[in-house]
């Protein structure tokens, strides 16, 4: 440790465990966490506001649309999570390079012109290529601001910290729905689809603006060679008495692997990685494929085939943002004291049930009712995934890697994850109109599927450090 590092800690250990220490330090962990989920708030948003502009973009230009078909639709929703896919398997590889914090200011920037020409685009094309170029943005939040976040959280609260990410993604989806439904009916005018699309801009520059307040992560740090640095951001965030062991930990472990060199590409073939990585993927890729975007981004089409109108049916998809606020809100709760697998394989169940008694509303006939029993369990489904999968696969995302290629891997997983919701988003509205209902039955055996990967290979990750993860997993796939 420095002389001015062990200066600063000898200096708190004076006011060690004080009310005043603790005051401080969680006001501190506040900040970062409120500034940096910002990235999770935009991401929620622009995946969510889509679902409300669509019926709007599809009328002619005599109303303000741009005329979209069904297909020229799916390109339009896809077009954004194909952009994520890219945005973070080369965000995580920057993340790596130049830092958590550089990396999300960066995508700050992306997501206020992305949004601008979103609202701005005058034709198809234009929209279309703006939706990847925020998708970019989204990406690259997706697979950096998980990590960060779990770099930063003492071990005790790493779970809730990183969660309050997915809470923000679910409130960004909450809001879109919010202004969708209130600019549908308060203010329907031409180009209201327009004015949807442009309130993203607004947390984007809250973004860029608070990451310039904000420490970069201490591991990134330490895995630079900038011990002084991760000593000082270890000082802010941490209570005095647990700094010292922690950093030497830190430390430890990077001049561990500063023998293998940096890390890279090369390094997923080692076969410990390799496999821990393999599973990342697999955890990433099959939480997309339980059909959740299918249901966030087209609720109100999906529901418009039930006989519902266009506003009402924008109105009815609020439940859906609603539920799923509270149902993260309660896994946060779960978080602190239930294992990450079990909240996998609760959730993955809740999820067959309820796709299997989604796909069986569409066998009734047409009715008011009918609508209102979709809508029923849509919601079960959506609380199943919220509140168990959603804050978990991400958290265990940020924690099962090993530091080196941290980035790295985390990006190429959640570059499969975007590939997963590119084919959901593409397949799902395709799926409705050719067969309806019995498109439920369809990830219904995908997630049964699922269910039985995840009893099987997955990992627990609840109540250690990275560093002794790293070394458990290193240990057990070697």
Known sequence: MSDNASAAVQARHADAGTPAEKARVDKRLLTIRTIATLGGLLFGYDTGVISGALPFLARGAEEGGLGLTAFQESIVTSSLTMGAAIGAIVGGRLSDRYGRKKNIYTVAVIFLIGALGCALAPDYPALVAFRFFLGLAVGGASATVP?????????????????????????????AYSFNAFIAVMWPQAHVWRWMLVIASVPAIGLWIGMHLLPESPRWLASQGRAADMWRVLNEVRMADGVEDEGRDIIHRVEEEAALGKGSWADLKTPWIGKITAIGIGLAALSQLTGVNGIMYYAPTIL??????????????????????????????????????????????????????????????????????????????????????????????????????????????????????????????????????????????????????????????????????ERHFEEKYS
Request: glycine share 8%.
């Open 147 to 175: 990590v960060y976040l779990s770099e930063m959280a003492p071990v005790t609260i790493r779970g809730t910290m990183v969660a309050r990410n997915e809470l923000m993604i679910v409130t960004g989806q909450l809001l």
């Open 304 to 469: 418009q085939t039930t006989g519902l109108g266009t506003q009402a049916a924008l109105v009815a998809t609020i439940a859906n943002g609603v539920v799923s606020v509270v149902a993260v809100s309660i896994g946060i709760g779960f978080l602190k004291r239930m294992p990450r697998r079990r909240m996998m394989l609760i959730g993955q169940t809740g999820v067959v049930i309820s796709l299997i008694l989604l796909g069986s509303m569409f066998l009734l006939p047409e009715s008011a009712a009918r609508s209102y029993l979709v809508l029923l369990f849509m919601l079960t489904f959506l609380f199943s995934m919220q509140c168990f999968i959603g804050p978990t696969f991400w958290l265990m995302l940020s924690e099962i890697f090993p530091m080196r290629v941290r980035g790295l891997a985390n990006g190429v997983a959640v570059f499969c994850n975007w590939m997963g919701n590119v084919i959901v988003a593409f397949a799902f509205p395709n799926l409705i109109a050719a067969v309806q209902g019995n498109t439920f039955f369809v990830f219904a055996v995908i997630n049964a599927c699922t269910l039985v990967f995840y009893a099987k290979f997955l990992p627990e990750t609840f109540g250690r450090t990275l560093e002794s993860l």
